[in-house]
């Protein structure tokens, strides 16, 4: 299994959540915090 932060995940999730209202567009806002640490996350 790769390795992931769970709290890193945690404060992702939550910032992109936050960004967009969760109105479905959180994946550009995953994307956006995620581009500079691990772009893989985007693909969840």
Known sequence: APEI???E???LFSAATVSSGASGT???GLRR???TNK???VHL
Request: glycine residues 14%; hydrophobic residues 20%; negative net charge.
């Open 5 to 7: 932060d769970l709290s």
């Open 9 to 11: 995940l945690e404060t």
């Open 26 to 28: 959180e994946k550009g």
């Open 33 to 35: 915090g995620t581009n």
């Open 39 to 41: 772009p893989e996350i």
